[in-house]
């Protein structure tokens, strides 16, 4: 039972503490709340802007539970979305699109090897030469995000947007299909196909090869499980998957390339870090929580609009959370037992 | 114009870029030589700046400001050690969190005072000192908090080296059971050495918003607070090392700037990218004489007391 009261809990309280963060920028947080609880369910148009912003982190999430799973702190997705993007980008800009079903195909293809590929790096740094990933895959998100900005100050800028730094609009056969006049796209049912491969996989000789690599690497390799080979090809699909989220941003949301395609305040990457945490490395975890984070996406945003509150308050409840999830975790490690005095002086 | 004038400049440029990153990572050096490593560097820092340029603005006394910062980041410390050594939670993702709350909290109650200017801390030309040639002008020709960094040095050194306190200190790190078997209080090392770590991270924070600058930059600390963290793996838990990492550091942000100042036909982002990869490199080579720089037995390690054996 503890299991869903201590994240429960942690979300109570953390939106407590984010209601005194509101209070002590003079606005009143119950107002505040509502109005981001309206903003965000109020209409099947906000629902569906929820579940626009949950794509992005489902992605994203699923990678780093992946790297998680395998025993590798993938604190990279945020770079990873970049490259992502990137791929995708280049693709179009490329026309490299297949005769008949366009692009999206190949900007999948992009995207994953992008993605992937900027994870090959720390992996590869670790496995081979002992490199902690943790600041590796961290550092690698700034440089891939001034990488990406290069692209769009220089060689890749619209000249017909004046200064702005962004590319032309994708053309047709290279944006992913709406649904209705929502801007939800398929990257969202994409990203629920994944979630749902995953169990497949842990059905797998190479899904348990992962896990066991993660929990113990020397009765990994004891049982003949190549440890190295496993942590690396993990690390590199969860890449993928991440660049797979800046695909769908690029595609199913800006259609185009622009700068901050994560939102700076509270970038999906490091969200993604929180999503497969708060999922307990469990691919429905990953749908629910990134759905949940959604709402205070767009809660945020509605915020900001009504009241001027800068969004970066989604940030502070997200770090809350984790903070009190981390702290509420010592009562499931724990348990409160009544113990009676004699028994207990028989004992000792 | 001779070679050392033109050197000159960036040299005095290079100790100022390097101080944040020196101040920052001799306080990441005493958290990780108690035992816990403490990944909120960066969002400590920018709670710091934040914190050191809001005192600065609102009430004119620097001093005021830098104990603002120092006590804020130490508060931010103070959540970590709870988590980490109270309760004994992963210290990655608590850090990771401590991380992203300062970024949160920061860019929420610094919304207010972005382009706004504060009274920073002005150049003290120490006497004597600053009319040796050539390097008075690097060396002594600078803010009151880079001449503070130069006595943190030696003095972070000594602490942990030439003091009982260190020993305990190293001691904690290293076999916190048996630190506890000769009595020493593990917790309270711990506590202490991560909330000091903590207040110096506010002080580095602080010395960008109201010495290297003095406005308030949403993010301002830009990954400053990895690199330090990435220094201290690489100074192998040296203070000495540290300041060695940290002016290099500093050396290439200044050279860096210079070149994108003077206009040299490379690109401004891959310019401000340098310092990131070369942190990379840095990391790369640190791990590759683990033999001689291995980091303190039980740092990430939470210690049970009651699982003490005997």
Redesign the interface.
């Known amino acids: 039972m503890l299991l869903y009261v201590v994240p429960l809990l942690s979300i109570a309280l953390a939106l407590l503490v984010g209601g005194a963060?509101i209070a002590?920028?003079g606005a009143n947080p119950l107002r505040a709340y509502s109005q981001m609880i309206l903003g965000a369910l109020g209409s099947l148009h906000s629902v569906a802007e929820v579940l626009v912003k949950s794509t992005p982190l489902m992605l994203a999430g699923l990678g780093v539970m992946l790297a998680f799973r395998v025993g590798f702190?993938n604190?990279g997705a945020e770079g990873q979305l970049y490259m992502g993007a990137f791929g995708a980008t280049l693709v179009v800009l490329q026309g490299w699109s297949l005769p008949g079903i366009g692009f999206l195909p190949t900007m999948v293809v992009a995207a994953v090897v992008a993605g992937g590929c900027w994870a090959l790096i720390p992996a590869l740094?670790k496995v081979r030469?002992?490199?902690?990933e943790?600041?590796?895959t961290?550092?690698?998100n700034?440089?891939a995000i001034?990488?990406v900005?290069?692209f769009l100050?220089?060689p890749w800028k619209d000249p017909l947007t004046l200064n702005f730094p962004m590319t032309k609009l994708f053309p047709h056969d290279a944006q992913l299909p709406r649904f209705g006049d929502t801007r939800l796209h398929w990257g969202f049912v994409l990203a629920i196909m994944l979630a749902a491969g995953f169990y497949l996989l842990e059905r797998t000789r190479w899904g348990f090869a992962i896990t066991v690599t993660g929990e113990n690497p020397r009765a990994a390799a004891y049982a003949g499980i190549d440890v190295l080979r496993t942590l690396v090809i993990a690390v590199v699909i969860s890449g993928g998957l991440a660049g797979l989220a800046g695909m769908v941003e690029v595609a199913g949301i800006q259609l185009r390339l622009v700068t901050g395609i994560s939102p700076?305040?509270?970038p999906y990457g490091?969200t993604a870090?929180?999503v497969a945490?708060l999922a307990r490395r469990r691919p429905l975890g990953v749908i629910l929580v990134s759905i949940l984070l959604g709402v205070l996406y767009v809660g945020g945003e509605v915020l900001q609009i009504e009241t001027k509150?800068?969004t970066?308050?989604?940030?502070?409840v997200?770090?809350?959370i984790?903070?009190f999830i981390?702290?509420g975790?010592?009562l499931t490690r724990y348990r409160v037992a009544l113990v009676r005095e004699e028994s207990r002086s028989v004992a000792a | 114009m001779s070679l050392l004038d033109l050197a000159g400049p960036i040299l005095q440029a290079a100790i100022r870029a390097g101080t944040p990153l020196l101040i920052a990572a001799v306080g990441e050096v005493f958290a990780e030589r108690a035992g816990v490593l403490n990944?909120g560097v960066e969002g400590m820092m920018l709670v710091g700046a934040l914190a050191g340029f809001l005192s600065s603005f609102f009430i004119p006394d620097l001093t005021a400001a830098l104990i603002a910062a120092m006590v804020f980041g130490g508060l931010a410390a103070a959540?970590h050690a709870?988590?980490t050594v109270t309760?004994?939670?992963?210290q990655?993702?608590?850090g990771?969190?401590?991380t992203?709350?300062g970024?949160?909290?920061t860019?929420?109650?610094g919304?207010a005072v972005i382009g706004q200017v504060a009274r920073g801390i002005e150049i003290y030309r120490v006497p004597v000192l600053s009319e040796i040639p050539f390097l008075g002008r690097v060396f002594f020709q600078q803010d009151a908090l880079v001449y503070v960094s130069y006595l943190l040095i030696p003095a972070a050194w000594a602490v942990l080296y030439k003091t009982h306190l260190g020993l305990n200190i190293r001691a904690v790190g290293e076999n916190p059971e048996a630190a506890d078997a000769l009595g020493v209080n593990v917790a309270a090392t711990k506590y202490g050495c991560v909330i000091a770590g903590g207040a110096l991270a506010g002080l580095a924070g602080a010395y960008l918003s109201l010495a290297y600058t003095t406005m308030w930059v949403?993010?301002m600390t830009?990954?400053r607070g990895?690199?330090a963290?990435?220094l201290v793996?690489f100074s192998g838990w040296n203070p000495l090392m540290v300041a060695a990492g940290a002016y290099l550091f500093g050396g290439m942000e200044a050279l860096q700037l210079r070149m994108q100042a003077v206009g040299t036909g490379l690109?401004v982002?891959?310019l401000?990218?340098t310092p990131?990869?070369v942190?990379?490199l840095f990391?790369?080579n640190?791990?590759?004489r683990?033999r001689k720089s291995r980091p303190p037995a039980s740092l990430g390690v939470p210690y049970f007391r009651e699982e003490r054996k005997g």
Request: net charge neutral.
């Open positions: 963060v002590a920028a702190w604190i740094l030469l002992n490199t902690n943790i600041l590796t961290l550092l690698l700034y440089v001034l990488f900005e290069y100050f220089g700076p305040n509270a490091y870090i929180i945490w509150l800068p970066a308050i989604v940030l502070v997200q770090a809350m984790l903070l981390l702290g975790q010592v | 990944l959540i709870y988590l309760l004994r939670s992963e990655v993702v608590s990771l969190a401590i992203l709350l970024v949160g909290l860019s929420f109650f919304r949403d993010q830009a990954g990895w690199i963290l990435a793996v690109s982002h891959f401000t990218m990131y990869l942190t990379i990391l790369v640190a791990s590759q683990r």
